[in-house]
């Protein structure tokens, strides 16, 4: 984890920096998505917060960083408030590239709530790839509408 949280993993440069409470941070999540960062929070940053985050910035070098307010009522909410903005430093292509686990991923600050990778699913997708789910396990769930 240590080489996650400081850049040198060769394999993967996507992890969680900061998961709110059981952080110490309640409310507050940082990841690590490849060259940027990403704040996730209910409320506006507080200065202490704004500190950690340059200093998790200038440590990791990020290019930037970005934050998303997170709403409850995202069904409510346009694809353009929805998405992450802009905070800091430079902004992200459209699209743009992480790795985890040797694998590559398209991510997106502009698509909306998501930047299409969770990074709370890391250990399933791991399973996946070291055939650690025994054959036959059904990865779809076909009650909600998955083809047989």
């Not at 059981?22 to 507050?28: C, E, F, K, P, Y």
């Not at 307010?69 to 694809?79: E, P, Y």
């Not at 698509?111 to 996946?128: A, I, K, P, V």
């Amino acid at each position: 984890m240590r080489k996650l949280r400081s850049g040198r993993n060769q394999k993967t440069n996507v992890c969680r920096l900061i998961h709110g409470a059981a952080d110490g941070w309640a409310g507050l999540y940082i990841d690590r998505l490849a060259d940027y960062l990403l704040v996730q929070s209910e409320r506006p940053l507080t200065d202490a917060q704004q500190q950690t985050v340059q200093s998790l910035r200038s440590n990791l070098k990020s290019k930037g960083v970005y934050h998303k307010h997170l709403n409850r009522q995202i069904q409510n909410t346009s694809k353009s408030n929805a998405s992450a903005r802009l905070i800091m430093g430079l902004e992200a292509p459209e699209f743009f590239e992480a790795t985890e686990h040797h694998l590559r991923y398209r991510l997106s600050f502009n698509e909306g709530y998501s930047t299409g990778l969770f990074l709370d699913m890391r250990e399933n997708r791991h399973r996946l790839l070291s055939n650690l789910i025994e054959p036959g396990f059904p990865v779809f769930d076909r009650g909600v509408g998955a083809p047989k």
